[in-house]
């Protein structure tokens, strides 16, 4: 193996919005490489804490010049775009997106590709393995020196695969599951992950090709609740598994007890009727082991759990943009695209300073919820859910402090400026487009709060949606402006350490 380590040389970074991408970037850039990071948005980069020590490039995979430009002077390209959860669509995408950003990475003479995707057993694959494997042979037959990383199950704070086995552990002391419970995998810690990515980087030029990573212990799903348990202190737990859950159903019970939504849910689920177990060790000819070696089923829940208790959550797995969710700006035309734009405007005083009056509005969501009406809420998440939506139980990365690009609950950041807006973006499933802006100002030595929901119609079905719902505006959005005018209020009063108030 090369041990030049980074000398400076240019890394180029897709997916760096992602669960993987934003936490190989900094790892890259500790590493000692320069870092080009390509995404469809430059400002949904913005305030990531790494932000201006790295290059953007914007540029949409399947665009080929956009892309060929992004391109331009990197030594390695790093490939971490898929389109999970996507729909019926998703390996078609897949695809197109994998098949020009490889002809892009040949023509700019990138001196390696570097692909992270998952195993690939010989037996018959789910739609989600079979397209990863798809994208994994286009970046072989780049014509550029390749490496196909395929990993199984992550195991991280804030990864789709552990929250699904955080939830499902947590929640449920007895458990009846289907029976993909009894397959055999070998997962592995994020952090042994990033130092695969990282290290592939200086592979010599004569190395190209798939390679199978995993930890070092190989379990059962089943084993993996029941060690979860132990390491987290809880019970043990009863599992009873039954053979008649489909995938359907499976994901149908997945997403009902986990923030994860079904339709992410249901491709994870697919995935687990295969046994994905390293069959390749060739990656220790070249790659050597993590220092203190790769990290054991139960130290890698460890680190993850202090990590989440900690609120320490790097990125989670709703980073990534929903595929199929609205996507548009905020209009700034009444008229906009020609049609009806619905706004609830609402405003108060609050005997706070401003700064307190911020700290409720950035902490909205999540644990600290929305300050009005929590049944109407918890129903709102849960129809959402019954219709293919995320519902509201994805929370949010950080109790404190949000970014561009994150989610919070059914909604989206599309903006923050810190001590004077948030503007969020809907997820949940509408017939139409929404947003909710949350503002901060001071007026006379005191804060002003404003508040605007905005609904963008889609057709007959989605004035008929707003004017169904309108009457529980006052309940919803009043209940809000007010509730979180009284937290700031409340916050504002209560004594500080040294008895003071703050």
């Not at 995404?39 to 953007?56: C, F, M, Q």
């Not at 399947?62 to 390695?76: C, F, I, K, S």
């Amino acid at each position: 193996m090369d041990d030049r380590g980074g000398d400076g040389r240019l890394c180029l970074v897709t997916g760096a919005g992602g669960y993987i991408g934003g936490r190989l970037v900094p790892a890259l850039l500790d590493a000692g490489y320069r870092v080009r990071c390509m995404a469809r948005s430059a400002r949904r980069l913005r305030d990531h804490p790494w932000a201006e020590r790295v290059e953007i490039a914007e540029a949409d995979a399947t665009d080929p010049e956009p892309t060929r430009r992004a391109l331009d002077g990197v030594d390695v390209a790093y490939y971490l775009i898929h389109a999970i959860g996507g729909g019926a669509g998703f390996a078609a995408a897949d695809r197109r997106a994998a098949r020009t950003f490889a002809a892009a990475a040949r023509d700019a003479g990138v001196g390696r590709l570097v692909y992270l995707g998952g195993m690939a057993p010989d037996e018959d694959l789910s739609p989600h393995l079979r397209s990863r494997a798809e994208v994994g042979r286009i970046m072989l037959g780049a014509g550029v020196p390749a490496v196909w990383l395929r990993a199984a199950v992550i195991i991280g704070s804030g990864s789709a695969s552990f929250e699904v086995l955080r939830y499902l552990t947590e929640r449920l002391p007895v458990m009846v599951t289907p029976r993909w419970v009894r397959t055999r995998i070998q997962p592995i810690a994020i952090r042994d992950v990033l130092h695969y990515l990282v290290a592939s980087a200086d592979l010599p030029a004569e190395v190209s090709g798939g390679f199978d990573i995993g930890g070092p212990d190989v379990l059962t799903y089943r084993d993996m609740m029941l060690r979860y348990a132990a390491v987290a202190g809880l019970r043990k737990r009863l599992i009873v598994p039954v053979p008649v859950l489909s995938p359907w159903l499976s994901s149908l019970w997945v997403g009902a007890v986990t923030p994860v939504p079904g339709r992410l849910a249901r491709p994870l689920v697919e995935s687990l009727r295969n046994e994905v177990v390293c069959r390749d060790p060739d990656i220790g000819r070249y790659i050597r082991p993590p220092d203190g070696g790769r990290a054991g089923f139960e130290r890698a829940v460890s680190l993850a759990l202090r990590r989440v208790r900690e609120a320490d959550v790097a990125t989670r797995w709703s980073s990534a943009s929903v595929p199929g969710a609205p996507s548009d700006p905020l209009p700034t035309d009444p008229d906009w695209a020609g049609g009806s734009l619905y706004t609830d405007e609402r405003a108060c005083d609050v005997d706070a300073p401003p700064q307190h009056l911020w700290e409720v509005v950035e902490g909205i969501g999540g644990e600290h919820g929305w300050y009005s009406f929590p049944l109407a809420w918890r129903a709102r998440g849960v129809l959402d859910r019954l219709v293919g939506g995320v519902g509201l139980r994805r929370g949010r990365r950080d109790p404190r402090r949000l970014r561009i690009g994150e989610s919070v609950d059914f909604w989206r950041v599309e903006e923050v400026e810190p001590g004077r807006l948030l503007r969020l973006r809907a997820e949940m499933r509408l017939p139409g487009l929404a947003w909710l802006e949350l503002g901060v100002a001071e007026r006379h030595g005191r804060a002003r709060y404003t508040q605007r929901a905005l609904f963008h119609p889609r057709g007959l079905p989605g004035h008929c949606y707003w004017w169904a719902f309108k009457p529980f505006h006052d309940r919803v959005f009043g209940g809000m402006c007010r509730g979180i005018a009284h937290a700031a209020e409340a916050g504002a009063a209560r004594p500080s350490r040294t008895g003071r108030a703050r």
